[in-house]
């Protein structure tokens, strides 16, 4: 692969988080989880400055920044411009800082308007949305919902780690495989491929099961 | 003048690629097109054979990266079409000996000088990979229907969607007429409705292809073979002419099926 996009580096004022600001957001998120995941003990507990240089950086962006640093333990300190050079000296006097809410998940919403395609991977901790296919070989990984506006062919993880009543939907419906909490199921082989209608997945009496999206049943998935 | 810098790719090996991108090349170059073909699986040089010009090379790639030659050195031009050439790899390196930098900056030179500029990439998503797309402004995926290697090609497309690329076509290869037939093939529909890039060609099975690429001969330059004619047809595409997706053979019953297929689709 090229060039990471994620890298922290340490200076004389703590923990500095430099991220490649042209690359999509999504992107920097799973990238940054993947840095986390590699030693996750070593940066529990940590406090990080966030290198945004001047450029306008949305709010909800810093906050899904923030939700996945918090996962791993990691306090976003603040934001800082650019620092290259200044490694060794204290930051600038001036440098504006940024304290974000902490995020409740259950009701953030992470929107994806593009095909996800084999080896790629969207992971958020609240609802996820996807306008596009989950192609074969792709994962979508959710605190909660999952909804698929297209076709659902790849892996779909709702309710990561233990959101029983999480569920899992697509127009078009034939996941690899599927998870809601911590259950696991794959489609049996002699499944007839999708059928046409949208249809989702939920957990009844600890086992997933797979049904037609009825209209006006909304409410009846809203538990727990 | 500037040229176009088309890289052919798939993820995954074996699928045709080098045949391809050799076949495309002379296509363009019988078409009156100045085109160059482009080996850059360095330490597995391929695309010298299949073109019959293993024994004229004296420079490769990784002579001008490296500054040993100049780039009008290492290219070699074919005897059989004057506007046809080609610049090998390198056999005794490997990938690192190139860079994705210095790809764009030989692409920027071969822009200037060529209409057409064919890259034909090693298999796989690694260095090899990042050093042929990087100076590519168009890139054709070539898969044949098979589950493994239209999974591969639709992670390449999302790597090549990643890196920004705009422009990307689908060339489907080695389509067996009785086998759709029959129904045992993965349907093109199938194929198009997981990888929604834009359908540049369907070439089919053509035993004849192994022996001229094993004598260094390119079907593209024979009436008779039906790839050879695909390849030709996909030339003409590329240069933005109407020709037909597939070509047309005896096989009338496949000729309707396809015809029936892309009714409607705008193609």
Sequence with gaps: ?224 | MTGRVITVTSGKGGVGKTTFSANVSAALAELGKKAVAVDTDVGLRNLDIVMGLENRIVYDLVDVVEGRCRLQKAIIRDKRIATLHMLPAAQTRDKSAVSPDAMEKICAELRSQFDFTIIDSPAGIESGFQNAIAGADEVVIVTTPHVSAIRDADRVIGLLEAAEKQQIFLVINRLQAAMVRRGDMLDIPDILDILAIELLGIIPEDESIVVSSNRGELAALHAASPAGQAYKNIARRLLGEDAPLMPVDEDKGLLKWLARLFKGRAL
């Design chain 1, 1 to 224: 692969m090229s060039k990471p996009r994620v890298k922290l580096s340490g200076t004389d004022y703590g923990l500095l988080l430099r991220l490649e600001w042209d690359s999509p957001l999504s992107q920097l998120l799973v990238e940054l989880e993947e840095y986390l995941q590699q030693s996750p003990k070593f940066f529990a507990g940590a406090q990080v400055l966030l290198e945004i240089g001047s450029r306008p950086v949305l709010q909800q962006d810093l906050e899904q920044l923030a939700a996945v640093l918090l996962r791993y333990g990691v306090t976003l300190q603040g934001v800082v411009p650019i620092l290259d050079g200044l490694e060794r000296r204290p930051p600038p006097a001036s440098y504006a800082t940024f304290t974000p809410a902490p995020l409740d998940p259950q009701t953030s919403l992470h929107l994806e308007q593009r095909t996800v395609r084999s080896g790629e991977k969207v992971a958020a901790d609240g609802h996820v949305i996807i306008m596009g296919d989950v192609n074969p070989g792709a994962e979508v990984i959710a605190g909660y919902n999952i909804f698929v506006w297209g076709a659902l062919r790849g892996s779909a993880y709702a309710g990561v780690p233990d959101h029983e009543e999480a569920i899992i939907a697509a127009l078009h419906f034939a996941p690899i495989q599927l998870r809601i909490a911590g259950h696991i199921a794959r489609p049996p082989e002699a499944r007839p491929s999708a059928s046409g209608t949208p249809e989702l997945a939920r957990i009844d009496e600890n086992a997933i099961v797979v049904e037609a999206w009825e209209r006006g049943r909304g409410g009846f998935y809203k538990r727990g």
